[in-house]
């Protein structure tokens, strides 16, 4: 049985929208892959638009009807893509695809091509690249590196690695949550990570999000210093504890109001695990989560997370120069 599924991945190939065919076995990670793989709606569709030379202009999957017991499905919401057999697979089915949205200019300091038509396999907004860094804006949904199970491989460092295998050891500098979109910064080269990594450390790294919450902010601006502890029970959920927690320290400053939702703008001081996601929801913070926010009680309709790493600010550790990066916000 296991002969006859191999050959089965092996000749199961998909199409993408450069006319590239793949198979199974070369798409997905190293190990079993799950019976089913390739046959959810949404391969099939953009495999067949890539034959047909269709452009695909939106997808969205929602659940019809009753749940059994053990899948939890609500009528009617909206859900991403099943990590176990079609995320792994969308970067390269989407690769090709032209973005509607505009890809921030910035310029590139490069002996390298830099050209975007270079990177036409590689489908995220890169801000800038060099000889030592890259900085990519990152969608919601997409982990920033990969996970340690086979169902959370897909991420913008493996599709990088995958598409740029010469950039054997590029590593991403910082994290950022998988569903918080926006500037993401990679180091090709190691002394440039080390050093890079180091101004993270000692906040030297000039950091802005913006966040729409759901509630009205009274206060126009301030400062938010809470203790953050995540239970090891409980990952990665984070919680104010006064005797185990780590200070976590956040300016904000409200910058646009719109019946009960509120834009805010989050400078993080310290870079804690989902600390402007805790900062906003606790009641010794805001009080308020973001809309979309799930994790942290958001009950409102909402598509994503509305929290985005707007600008990045540092010191290039071989230029000596100020690198100052913007990602416009989505939403």
């Not at 079993?32 to 030379?53: E, F, N």
């Not at 185990?244 to 320290?249: A, D, H, N, R, T």
Request: charged share 20%; aromatic share 10%.
């Amino acid at each position: 049985s296991r002969q006859l599924q191999a050959q089965m991945h092996a000749a199961y190939s998909l199409m993408n929208f450069l006319g590239q065919s793949a198979s199974l076995q070369k798409l997905m990670p190293a190990g079993s892959i799950p019976t089913g793989t390739g046959d959810c709606c949404a391969p099939k569709l953009l495999h067949y638009a890539a034959q047909q030379g269709l452009k695909p202009l939106a997808m969205a999957e929602f659940w019809w009807g009753e749940s059994s017991e053990n899948q939890e499905k609500v009528q009617g919401e909206f859900y991403q893509a099943c990590v176990e057999r079609c995320q792994p697979l969308m970067g390269f089915l989407l690769s090709g695809l032209k973005s509607q949205s505009p890809v921030p200019s910035t310029p590139m300091q490069s002996s390298l091509s830099s050209n975007l038509n270079d990177r036409a396999g590689f489908n995220l907004p890169i801000i800038y690249e060099d000889e030592w860094l890259i900085a990519v804006n990152k969608p919601p949904g997409l982990l920033a590196v990969p996970g340690r199970y086979r169902d959370t491989q897909d991420s913008v460092l493996s599709r990088w690695r995958y598409w740029f295998p010469d950039d054997a050891e590029i590593m991403a500098v910082h994290r950022l949550d998988q569903e918080t979109s926006g500037i993401l910064l990679l180091a090709r080269v190691r002394q440039i990570h080390r050093q890079l990594s180091q101004q993270f450390q000692q906040r030297q790294v000039h950091k802005v999000y913006e966040a729409i919450l759901f509630g009205a902010v009274t206060d126009e601006q301030g400062v938010i210093e809470l203790p953050l502890w995540g239970s090891p029970e409980n990952r990665p959920y984070q919680q104010v504890n006064w005797q185990y927690g780590k200070i976590s320290v956040t300016q904000f400053r409200v910058i646009g109001r719109e019946g009960n939702y509120t834009r805010v703008e989050f400078i993080p001081v310290t870079g804690r695990t989902h600390q402007l996601r805790v900062h906003a929801a606790d009641q010794l913070g805001l009080g308020m989560t973001i809309l979309g926010d799930r994790l942290y009680g958001c009950n409102a309709a909402a598509s994503r997370l509305h929290l985005h790493a707007r600008q990045l600010s540092f010191k290039h550790p071989q230029l000596g120069e100020t690198i100052d990066l913007v990602a416009k916000t989505p939403f």
